[in-house]
């Protein structure tokens, strides 16, 4: 099957290539990308990571190799950015100075009565998640927080400061969370109903070696954690 596309070249690193149907897909080198792989997400649309060794004519080809599978995922993740608008649209509205007021707040409190340290706080209109925390205890919360109801709000932030503690989502994590929120699985459970906190099943990966490790992720941009 021959497909038509159009290149738009905008630098040595970087290609837009238009496709049918699929529109502009973003063909970029990567310094981290071992393989060439494509991503799907709600808001950035078709990306292929291109290791620097491998060429932009090879990247198209994998890419033409895998339209049926970019056509059919390109569907499935414009589902679910209409259910993550819709779950925005159903909650109440927020003003966002008081939001970030209230966030960094809670945060302290929290952090004081459990004897958790971060390092910086910074409050976002994340569009793919509720919170984040790195390697150096940099703790990212998503401004939305504010209109769940009040203890999922707590949960995210006690499982970003537990993280301050515990690096994994290993047994531990989960025992020690049950300790600060109660049911920690069923409160994760409730987020998850919250489309943004799909953001893992949100995201479609397809790689040029499908034996990739799934547990060994590098790709989060030094965030372990997608909450
Ligand atoms: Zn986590």
């Known amino acids: 099957m021959k497909e038509k596309t159009t290149q738009k070249i905008t630098s040595s690193a970087r290609r837009i290539v238009e496709v049918p149907e699929l529109g502009g897909v973003v063909l970029a080198k990567s310094r981290r990308a071992r393989r060439l792989s494509m991503t799907i997400t709600p808001y ?12 932009f004519a090879d990247a198209e080809a994998f890419l033409a190799s895998h339209l049926g599978w970019a056509r059919k995922n390109l569907e ?17 509205a927020i003003r966002p100075n008081r939001a970030r007021v209230m966030l960094k707040n809670r945060l302290c409190e929290l952090a004081q009565r459990y004897g958790f340290s971060y390092n910086r706080v910074a409050i976002r209109n994340q569009k ?18 504010v209109r769940l109801r009040p203890e999922l709000m ?3 932030i006690l499982h970003e ?3 301050t503690r515990v690096k994994n989502h290993s047994r531990t994590f989960w025992v020690q ?6 049911d920690a699985r069923g409160l994760d459970k409730e987020l998850k109903k919250h489309v943004l906190g799909l953001t893992a099943a949100s995201e479609c990966e397809r790689s040029s070696n499908e034996a990739r ?9 030094g965030l372990f954690d997608r909450l």
């Open 177 to 182: 969370l049950d300790g600060l929120v109660g």
């Open 128 to 145: 793919t998640r509720w919170g984040s925390c790195s390697h150096v205890n940099n703790i990212n919360l998503n401004i939305n927080l």
């Open 76 to 92: 499935r993740v414009a589902k679910i950015r209409k259910a993550h608008e819709s779950t925005l649209a159903g909650l109440p």
């Open 44 to 55: 950035k649309g078709i990306r292929v990571a291109v290791p620097y060794r491998v060429s």
């Open 154 to 156: 707590d949960y995210v």
């Open 213 to 221: 490790d799934d547990d060994n992720r590098s790709d989060y941009g």
């Open 161 to 163: 400061l537990l993280h």
